[in-house]
């Protein structure tokens, strides 16, 4: 089973083929192909093979899927016997992928 070790969006995520990830949201692109160039680690089942920090030449490639926002989240700041408080929504937007190889 071939995987991989990607890195985007600050965090590192471990993929294989035909896996669906939710990242932060991606800059749009041409097409609905995205390319993943921060990869950390490759192994093919047989050997492993692991950048100092990133590995040269070896890319990742995925399906853009859809880009959406998570559910809202409230956040509620109170202070008591002053008065105050706040009531704030958030929604977190992310785009989804799915891998389809490249490793």
Do not use: C
Not at 24 to 51: H, M, N, R, S, Y
Not at 54 to 74: E, F, N, Q
């Amino acid at each position: 089973m071939k995987l991989a070790v990607i890195k985007t969006g600050g965090k590192q995520y471990i993929v294989s083929a035909g896996t669906k990830l939710k990242l932060e949201k991606l800059a749009p692109t041409k097409g609905d192909e995205v390319t993943f160039e921060q990869v950390l680690l490759t192994d093919d089942g047989a050997k492993i093979t692991l950048g100092k920090p990133m590995l040269d030449g070896v890319k990742v490639t995925a399906k853009r899927v859809k880009d959406a926002r998570h559910p809202k989240i409230t956040v509620v700041k109170y202070k008591n016997k002053t008065r105050y408080r706040v009531k704030r929504g958030h929604r977190q937007p992310y785009t989804e992928v799915e891998i389809t190889g490249g490793f």
